[in-house]
């Protein structure tokens, strides 16, 4: 198949038949190789993910509402939080920021037919979807799934104090779903690098796309380490190799700093994307360019850079660490996250604000990113992370985070949705969903703060009945209710809304160049294209009018 | 191009200064060994990419191109392929081979081997529809 592009000659053009003809059904589904029909796989599969993943978050609230409770037995509690933080990392979180609608967009944003390597994108997802239902079939061996937490620690994860195949379905579906990454790295910066429209220079890309950019080179630097540290526990708990074990010569903490050299850029391989998906969403709704592009392109390569020097303030309390460079190089990381939302709310400030479904989600991402990474900050600094480490305050510090993720990512599926299928989300229940997710998220973390500076430890099935800990978790399990609402309203507005609200190609007066074409777009992306001279083509062909931006000149000579 | 290259060397020169610093302070090899590798995946493709950004012309997309000058002919993309398909299932095998017996290696491997030689035979013809 060749992609042919033709130049915006006549806007009226009636669309010229550019039909795929190719397999229907389940055979075309297992052939594609369209970066919108895959992304759509990713979309789908990634929130079936959340779903379930919720549903173990739900059980491990309701055995933490009240002290010495036996709604679960221990091994069960164990298997649960662990395949709640698992499926939650390596199948939702990640899948959803580099995989669903990175896929979709970012092809489409810089005016390209498809991703560069469009099998090697295919067999992504399929290494994706094999290695989710690795991880959640370790429930139907004996011995249950895994059970040694989502950082599978040594040794606690070796083979003496974690045998059955449950550990082991574990490790083989980090290493599919670890290639899958690699691959998908290396597609976005291929695709990024060489299939540019004319005139998308690198300072007008998007920055959802540029974001995903530096998402990959991030993957790039990260889960080879991963994957190979699996490798090892593997040999260890198989081969006799004794790398993480103390009895053969060989060091438990080494696990930790491989898994954290892969773990603390991974939160920012989670973040990144989102981040992106919230600068792209704020400007459109507040009829605003971006507030300081420049600024958060630089921001973004900063935080990457940083991020591969922060790894051991997650180990400040084994006594092994270089304390001061981990807690300088992560207080230091606090300063182009600062760039970034003070650059959100400059992107907002005098704008004729549409508080649409989209925006009020990113608008929720935003007020609860800062509180999460506020706290981040506290933890950066050993005296206070000494006091708090494996306490709930962490377990607060990353809900805080991640449930701002989630938001940005519901608001990037209200947003771009319509993109895809060509209608649009019914805005009523989007923002009685968000006003749940958004009031139960805080009421879900913030009791876990107070409750982790008082000392309640992580990772426990029952806890005793000190003073006041079982109404501060009979709160965390009611905001935990909220957000499980929360994510039954969705599903229902899908429902409600199954084709009945025509979205048109621009249903938000976009920015970008996804807005130019229709909805779904056609195959292989565009009919026309506009003239790029700034990051908002769209925008320009839409307002003649207005002013030119400035920083859209290029400077490559 | 020569931005990209440049994103990429600056990035693995960060790594090196970085990782050196760690290394030599901290004295823990692990760390300083990953961040030092760290910088050479900025090296190694941010070099190609500058050599070769000083042999060709500047590329449309790197400057004021007009769309015109991308019209036509992309490239060959392949509209459907069953082979990413084999090549997961076969990859699937392989490690549940790891978990429940080398046994399963068998149509891991048979897979893998039959997606490796149908793709490439499909990229030798140019793809599909
Ligand atoms: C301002 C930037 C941030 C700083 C300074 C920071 C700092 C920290 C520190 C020091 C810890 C370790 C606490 C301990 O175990 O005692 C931690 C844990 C964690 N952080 Fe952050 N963080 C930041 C942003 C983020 C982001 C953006 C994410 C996710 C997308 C994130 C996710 C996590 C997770 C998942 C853990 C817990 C891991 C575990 O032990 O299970 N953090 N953070
Ligand atoms: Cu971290």
């Known amino acids: 198949m060749t992609a042919v592009i033709s130049p915006d000659t006549h806007h009226d053009d009636a669309h010229e038949a550019h039909e795929h003809h190719g397999p229907t059904g389940v055979l075309k589904w297992l052939t594609t190789t369209d970066h919108k029909i895959i992304g759509l796989s990713y979309t789908v599969t990634a929130v079936l993910m959340l779903v379930i993943g919720g549903f173990f978050a739900e059980l491990i609230r309701v055995q933490l509402s009240a002290p010495y409770e036996h709604f679960l037995s221990f091994a069960q509690y164990n298997e649960v939080f662990t395949m709640h933080g698992s499926i939650m990392i390596y199948l939702f979180a990640g899948p959803m920021a580099f995989g669903a609608l990175a896929n979709i967009i970012v092809p489409i944003q810089i005016g390209a037919p498809d991703m560069a390597f469009p099998r090697l994108n295919a067999l992504s997802y399929w290494l994706y979807l094999t290695g989710s239902i690795t991880m959640l079939s370790g429930f139907f061996v004996s011995g249950g799934a895994a059970n040694f937490g989502w950082v599978g620690y040594a040794p606690l994860s070796n083979a003496a104090n974690s045998p059955g195949a449950g550990a082991d379905l574990w490790i083989g579906a980090l290493l599919l779903t670890g290639f899958s990454a690699i691959f998908t790295g290396v597609n976005i910066c291929a695709t990024v690098f060489y299939l540019r429209a004319p005139g998308m220079t690198l300072f007008r890309m998007p920055i959802f796309t540029w974001n995903l950019l530096v998402t990959s080179i991030l993957i790039l630097l990260a889960f080879p380490v991963l994957t190979a540290g699996l490798i090892m526990l593997y040999c260890d708990r198989h081969f006799g190799t004794h790398i993480f074990s103390v009895q053969g010569g060989g060091v438990p903490v080494l696990w930790q700093h491989i898994f954290w050299f892969w773990g603390h850029p991974e939160v920012y391989i989670l973040a990144l ?276 931006l400035t920083h859209g000149t290029h400077e490559e000579k | 191009m020569k931005l990209e290259a440049r994103i990429l060397l600056v990035l693995g020169l960060f790594f090196a200064i970085m990782g050196t610093v760690y290394w030599i302070w901290s004295g823990e090899n692990a760390g300083g060994m990953m961040i030092i590798a760290g910088g050479l995946l900025g090296f190694l493709p941010g070099s190609y990419y500058w050599w070769w950004s000083r042999r060709m012309p500047v590329r449309p997309e790197d400057r004021d191109g007009d769309v015109t000058e991308g019209a036509g002919f992309v490239g060959a993309f392949p509209g459907t392929s069953i082979f990413p398909f084999t090549l997961g299932a076969g990859a699937f095998f392989a490690v549940l081979s790891l978990v429940f017996g080398f046994w399963l290696m068998v149509p891991g491997l048979g897979l893998i081997v039959w997606a490796a030689i149908g793709g490439v035979a499909e990229s030798r013809r140019g793809g599909t529809q």
């Open chain 1, 273 to 548: 994307p989102f981040f992106g998906m919230v600068t792209e969403i704020i400007p459109v709704f507040s009829r605003k360019p971006v507030f300081g592009y420049k600024g958060m392109v630089f921001a973004t390569l900063t935080i990457a850079a940083l991020s591969l020097g922060v790894w051991a303030h997650h180990m400040f309390t084994t006594g092994t660490v270089l304390l001061p460079f981990f807690s300088i190089m992560s207080l230091l990381i606090a300063v182009p996250t600062g760039i970034k939302l003070f650059n959100w709310i400059g992107s907002m400030w005098r704008g004729q604000i549409w508080f649409s479904a989209a925006m009020l989600f990113a608008i929720g991402f935003v007020i609860t990113f800062l509180i999460g990474g506020l706290t981040g900050i506290y933890l950066a600094s050993p005296p206070l992370d000494f006091f708090t480490h494996d306490t709930y305050f962490v377990v607060a510090h990353f809900h805080s985070v991640v449930m701002a993720l989630v938001m940005g990512g519901i608001a990037g599926l209200y947003y771009w949705g319509p993109k895809i299928t060509g209608y649009l989300l019914n805005e009523t229940i989007g923002k009685i969903q968000f006003w749940f997710l958004f009031i139960g998220s805080q009421v879900f973390t913030l009791p876990l703060y107070i409750l982790g500076l008082r000392g309640m430890p992580r990772r426990m099935a029952v806890y005793p009945n000190n003073p006041g800990w079982q109404h501060l978790n009979e709160i965390a399990t009611f905001g935990a209710v909220l957000i499980g609402i929360s994510t039954v309203l969705f599903v229902v507005n899908i429902l409600v809304s199954w084709k009945k609200y025509p979205a048109g190609d621009n249903p938000w007066d976009g920015h970008t160049l996804e807005w130019f074409t229709t909805s779904p777009p056609p195959h292989h992306n565009f009919y026309r294209l506009p003239q790029i001279r700034s990051e908002r083509p769209t925008w320009d062909y839409n307002h003649p009018e207005a002013p030119a």
